[in-house]
């Protein structure tokens, strides 16, 4: 069995969710983000796309619930010791298996939390699980209690975000001798993608973001691919992975002459990103750190053009987002703390006049001054 922390880290970390979970007068937790089971068992599947749960109860004991295709993988990838399967059939209800495993572990009429905010738990296996449930205990909502935890990051799990970052510059390394009139944006993809996985890191929970012309002015992966031309622009989003660690990066590349809007925008990028640094720290909050967006943004004249967000908060994560939970957007009153990994954007779509500019990286908050992890810092790239 090949764990990607030592013994004593998830020893730490069961005994941090049970003092919380005492705390929140619960009996037990029934876990089904995948990320949450990764963090406290190091238990590494995708089979979260179908139902499986972790129970977890407050005296530290676990017992997995899952299909047959994730039995060794459980066995092979984490410290969970009791694993029962559920058997794929026609008309299959898992639920009716978790209820009797919740009555085994004499939890009926007990205070249980559900991870209910998360894509391990689609809309109809929720319900299903609350008509199984709904005379057995107490059901409460815990979706955000593991989620909490795995903020603040541990020695090791900085370790594993600073070698993510280190993947995420190789990558922009190997793009940018690719990045030139006529150059294929699949060659660029594929550089990119293959630096990580290459340089010994894993698949990313997002899919990279790659668009030039019009479409650098998209920021979510779309199918399809072009060729640069002359003058052009190229958004780029990526991260580093290791360990489902992952450090963000993000850059609007100008091929050829860039227009006096490019560098209009880069200027805002910049000074608002570099504003951001004197709040991303602690005595502030992420409410605030979009704030200080909001305000130079809009001061600029740009409100159309910028998102309602500026950033979020990152960790181990698995598909469909790299997006831990946490982002920067109005009103959120979560504290920064140190040792949180944390991605901030710039984002400035002029649809108006067709212009992208973009500006992201991964910083790690400390006691004072946040540390950024690219070595590339913020320059305005052209080609």
């Known amino acids: 069995m090949a764990l990607p922390f030592d013994t004593e880290e998830y020893a730490n970390r069961l005994q941090r969710l049970t003092a919380r979970m005492r705390e929140e007068k619960l009996d037990a937790m029934l876990l ?38 994730d039995l060794r993988q459980a066995r092979n990838t984490s410290t969970i010791e009791k694993i029962e ?11 009716m298996d978790l209820k009797g495993l919740l ?17 391990g738990l689609t809309g109809r296996n929720a319900r299903l699980l609350d008509r199984q ?4 205990g107490e059901i409460v909502d815990a979706s955000g209690l593991v989620n909490r ?16 970052a280190q993947l995420a510059d190789t990558a922009l390394d190997a793009a940018l001798p690719l990045i030139r009139p006529g150059a294929d944006e699949a060659a660029i993809l594929a550089a990119m993608q293959g630096a990580v996985l290459s340089g010994g890191g894993d698949y990313p929970a997002s899919d990279f973001v790659i668009g030039s012309g019009p479409d650098a002015l998209l920021c979510r992966y779309k199918s399809g691919r072009r060729r640069l031309e002359a003058n052009d622009q190229l958004t780029l989003e990526w991260a580093g992975v290791s ?29 608002t990103i570099q504003a951001i640094e004197m709040v991303l720290r602690p005595g502030h909050s992420f409410g605030s750190v979009f704030d200080t967006h909001a305000r130079i943004m809009d001061e600029r004249g740009l409100a159309r053009h910028r998102l309602n967000t500026c950033g979020y908060s990152l960790g181990a994560r698995f598909s469909p987002t790299w997006v831990d939970h946490q982002t920067f957007h109005a009103g959120n009153p979560q504290e920064i703390e140190p040792n949180m990994s944390l991605f901030v954007h710039m984002i400035i779509m002029d649809s108006d006049s067709g212009t992208a500019m973009t500006l992201g990286q991964t910083y790690l908050t400390t006691t004072d001054t946040p540390k950024p992890l690219s070595r590339f810092g913020l320059d305005f790239i052209e080609i």
């Open 32 to 69: 089904f983000a995948q990320e949450s089971m990764y963090w406290l068992t190091g238990f590494d599947s995708t089979g979260y796309a179908f139902f499986q749960t972790l129970v977890v109860t407050a005296d530290g004991a676990m017992q997995l619930l899952t299909r047959s295709a």
């Open 243 to 271: 360990a489902h660690y992952h450090a963000t990066m993000m850059r609007t590349v100008l091929i050829g002459e860039p227009t006096n809007r490019h560098r209009e925008l880069y200027s805002a990028c910049r000074e």
């Open 85 to 95: 399967v559920w058997i794929d059939r026609a008309n299959a209800d898992p639920t």
């Open 103 to 119: 009555s085994d572990l004499d939890l009926l009429g007990c205070r249980i939390g559900v991870e209910y905010d998360t894509h």
């Open 133 to 136: 449930l709904q005379s057995f």
């Open 149 to 164: 935890l795995r903020l603040v990051k541990s020695p090791a799990e900085i370790a594993c975000v600073e070698t993510a």
